[in-house]
């Protein structure tokens, strides 16, 4: 598959959304309509960028697919009823939560800062799940109950 960038997503990168993480924003200069998603994963798997990326970059509007319109499929990543959350694995939780503590924490700009190298740094469901409380007071407890529903066991 090849994505091209959209117009709004070449807006939010030249005013620095919060839409693009920094390893986002690295592949997406890349996706130029020419190469496949998996030329660009191996072009940036050293910054971290991974498949969800893609997925948060496409669902977030940022980039198109090129070509045959083809639906987009379906990653453990995206919002699912609190109920399906039953069951997941701590490595399913963790693909579910991670993209919604970066944008969150994201959001926060400069004095988020640090907690957004924390999220990002984030090995696991375990590490991930203690940033839930430092989150919250960060944003309010409103803001983060997404995550919370996410990290939910």
């Not at 993209?99 to 924390?118: K, W, Y």
């Amino acid at each position: 598959m090849k994505y091209g960038k959209t117009e709004f997503g070449q807006q939010a990168f030249k005013a620095r959304s919060a839409a693009l993480t920094p390893r986002q924003r690295s592949a997406f200069i890349l996706f130029d309509g020419r190469k496949s998603v998996d030329e660009v994963l191996a072009m940036t798997a050293g910054l971290g960028v991974s498949a969800i990326d893609v997925h948060s970059m496409v669902s977030a509007g940022l980039l198109e697919l090129v070509g045959r319109a083809v639906p987009l499929p379906r990653l453990e990543t995206e919002p699912l009823p609190l109920e399906t959350a039953v069951g997941f694995t701590p490595a399913q939780r963790f693909a579910r939560a991670w993209p919604i503590a970066t944008r969150i924490t994201a959001s926060l700009g400069l004095r988020g800062f640090r907690l957004n190298l924390a999220v990002e740094g984030a090995a696991g469901y375990e590490q991930l799940r203690d940033l839930l409380p430092k989150i919250r007071d960060a944003v309010g407890a409103e803001k983060a109950l997404e995550l919370e529903l996410a990290l939910k066991e």
